[in-house]
């Protein structure tokens, strides 16, 4: 099995910007969650999905939208890329929710 | 809001020393999980504590879980270089387990020297 995998591993933006962050899951997990990491800060959830077609915000929402079409799959867009979200992007997903979580790889994102 | 604290921030040690990270609650927990990140790495689950009071031992690491369900803690008896890392708790958002959300410490990252 892959697990979560997460592509692109790295990328650099232009402020103003869009992209997708890819999200995909082989484990037949419900919970799918994003969080960005920033030195010094630990992990913040952006958004996350207890199954398919439902989503909701986390601590740190603004900027990024997600969809859940399928099981497997779990897009982050930004939709207009800002300095201020240079970070690394994990995803993570769970059998059930406060369950061990299996993350991603990360995808190193730069704003310049 | 709930508040998790981490200490401390960072520890450097000797291999061989003992090592202790401390994560506390500003609201009572019904579980928390415990995270490895290496450095370039993601984070790896390393165990979930339940209940009040809870022990828990995988080789040289020791889990706590606090009687009042506070406060937890992480012990490694003597270090070795490949507990280098960035060691993480992470309780559920607001204390208990309905939203499915968690909410991760700052983190307290362990250098060994050889």
């Known amino acids: 099995n892959a697990g979560v995998t997460q592509t692109p591993k790295f990328q650099v933006l232009k402020t103003g910007q869009s992209m997708t962050l890819q999200c995909a899951q082989d484990?037949?997990?419900?919970?799918m969650s994003w969080y960005r990491q920033d030195p010094g800060m630990g992990l913040r959830l952006i958004h996350y999905?207890?199954?398919?077609?439902?989503?909701d915000q986390g601590e740190v929402p603004n900027g990024y939208n997600v969809s859940r079409s399928t099981t497997e799959d779990f897009p982050l867009r930004l939709l207009s890329a800002a300095p201020s979200q240079t970070s690394v992007y994990f995803c993570?997903?769970?059998?059930?929710?406060?369950?061990?979580?299996?993350f991603g790889q990360g995808t190193r994102l730069t704003v310049v | 809001g709930q508040q998790v604290m981490q200490i401390p921030q960072y520890q450097h040690v000797q291999e061989g020393e003992d090592f202790t990270t401390y994560c506390n609650s500003s609201?009572?927990?019904?579980?928390i999980q415990w995270y490895k990140q290496r450095p370039g790495g993601h984070p790896v689950f390393l165990i979930q504590?339940?209940?009040?009071?809870e022990v828990k031992k995988q080789k040289r690491l020791t889990f706590q879980f606090g009687e009042a369900k506070k406060n937890s803690s992480l012990h490694i008896t003597a270090t070795q270089t490949t507990d280098v890392g960035t060691y993480f708790c992470?309780?559920?958002?607001?204390?208990?387990?309905?939203?499915?959300?968690?909410?991760f410490g700052q983190g307290t990252t362990l250098q060994v020297k050889p």
């Open positions: 993570a997903s769970s059998l059930v929710p406060n369950t061990e979580a299996f």
């Open positions: 484990m037949n997990h419900e919970y």
């Open positions: 999905s207890v199954g398919a077609g439902i989503t």
């Open positions: 609201t009572t927990l019904s579980n």
């Open positions: 504590l339940v209940k009040s009071g």
């Open positions: 992470a309780p559920p958002a607001g204390g208990s387990s309905n939203t499915g959300k968690l909410i």
